[in-house]
């Protein structure tokens, strides 16, 4: 039982804050193959279920946090608008998991109406570059970092 925690570690973890997963997994003493594959499998089960659950989140997410009436227009809002325009699909699945969560990319890719398929494809090619990055990176720089495992033996 207690050698699945470090692969569901890794898994959970990608899933609500991206590059957690990487760094984690080094951490654990995994293979960079291994990493990729949990991380990039945790970012897109959260793609998959917020992509497939998101009318039900569109119907039922403003009876939980509408205490007051927002703002539609906000300086955060507006530099989404400027990034979704420039770079479409393609520029919010490149930078959701470095600079979003995979949760707050996915809501923001569906509130724009992007298209469920091409979230999906953009979000897996996402998580497959940066994953593979950030675990090359951590991996070679693990004793910089200080991301060795420790064993008691």
């Given at each position: 039982m207690t050698e699945i925690?470090?692969?569901?570690?890794?898994?959970?973890?990608?899933?609500?804050?991206?590059f957690l997963g990487?760094?984690?997994?080094?951490?654990?003493?995994?293979g960079v193959g291994v990493i990729v594959l949990l991380t990039t499998a945790g970012m897109m089960s959260t793609v998959f279920f917020i992509t497939l659950l998101d009318r039900i989140i569109q119907i039922f997410?403003?009876?939980?946090?509408?205490?007051?009436?927002?703002?539609?227009?906000?300086?955060?809002?507006r530099k989404f608008i400027k990034i979704w325009k420039y770079s479409g699909i393609k520029g919010v699945a490149f930078i959701t998991p470095i600079l979003l969560s995979p949760v707050i990319g996915v809501i923001?890719?569906?509130?724009?109406?992007?298209?469920?398929?091409?979230?999906?494809?953009?979000?897996?090619?996402?998580?497959?570059?940066?994953?593979?990055?950030?675990?090359?990176?951590?991996?070679?720089?693990?004793?910089?970092?200080?991301?060795?495992?420790?064993?008691?033996?």
């Open positions: 925690i470090p692969y569901f570690t890794v898994y959970a973890s990608s899933a609500i804050r991206f990487p760094a984690l997994g080094v951490g654990y003493g995994l997410m403003p009876n939980f946090f509408s205490l007051k009436k927002r703002k539609k227009f906000t300086p955060r809002t923001l890719l569906n509130a724009v109406g992007a298209k469920k398929k091409e979230i999906i494809k953009w979000m897996f090619i996402s998580a497959i570059i940066w994953s593979s990055i950030e675990s090359i990176l951590f991996n070679l720089f693990k004793d910089a970092l200080g991301l060795i495992s420790s064993t008691i033996e």
